[in-house]
């Protein structure tokens, strides 16, 4: 089975991409994965531009699809609506139309963000999305194409984080910023209104047997170390209003 990857140098796409290399990939009898991966780059793969995207898609002939694009830095997304509906939701389109003519099962990635927190215990599939921002609005709308399709999966992550970095958002993590910040500021603003479900990017790693394994967390143990080493210099946290 051959599996497309849009997205493959983000901060999710990244770690998906390890997912399907050796040992992580499931093995087939006879020893071969059972999955080929075609990993494509922001530059190799432009999903707003339909007939480009078509072409390679129909170069590759995938049978699934997954999607990690999108346009995600929320005040950018408020300052320019435009360019946020044409990659959250109008390319969306674009991989739907592909998808449905060519028979090949999308999986996309979408956000908590389509809910508006009002609610007190965990959101499920079935709540009505409420969403609060331009982000939220592009990507539920987003959401509603791909359930055009006969077959397809929408997956809502939350605060997501990782190893590699975030190219929205000037390819940093939040482990990284952090550091950064408590070397170079003596108070360091953090949101405090918000409660969230943290995802990381690599918990549903596969082992060589095929069973699914949680990667060593050792780096983050040692970063959270860094963070409290520099503690010595006084740094203060700052309550900070997040967007909602």
Do not use: W
């Amino acid at each position: 089975m051959k599996v497309l990857l849009i997205g493959a140098d983000g901060q999710l796409g990244t770690d998906i991409a390890a997912i399907f290399t050796p040992p992580a990939y499931a093995k087939a009898p006879a020893g071969k994965p059972d999955f080929e991966l075609v990993p494509l780059t922001i530059t190799d793969i432009d999903i707003t531009d339909f007939n480009r995207t078509g072409a390679i898609i129909d170069k590759n002939a995938p049978d699934i699809i997954i999607n990690t694009a999108a346009y995600h830095n929320v005040p950018e997304c408020e300052k320019n609506p435009e360019q946020a509906f044409r990659v959250n939701t109008l390319a969306v389109s674009n991989l739907v139309k592909i998808c449905r003519d060519r028979e090949s099962r999308l999986i996309h990635f979408s956000t908590d963000y389509v809910f508006d927190g009002a609610k007190k215990t965990p959101y499920d599939e079935d709540d009505l999305p409420n969403p609060l921002n331009t982000y939220a609005l592009s990507k539920l709308a987003g959401e509603q194409f791909v359930r055009m399709l006969p077959n397809y999966y929408i997956i809502r992550t939350a605060s997501l984080f990782g190893l590699a970095g975030c190219l929205g958002k000037g390819g940093t993590n939040f482990v990284e910023s952090m550091l950064n910040l408590a070397q170079t500021k003596s108070v360091i603003p953090v949101t405090a209104n918000i409660i969230s479900s943290p995802t990381y990017t690599y918990d549903d790693k596969r082992d060589d047997t095929g069973q699914y394994a949680v990667r060593d967390i050792s780096y983050y143990q040692s970063r959270v170390l860094q963070l409290v080493r520099v503690r010595s210099r006084d740094i203060q946290i700052g309550r900070a209003q997040g967007q909602g």
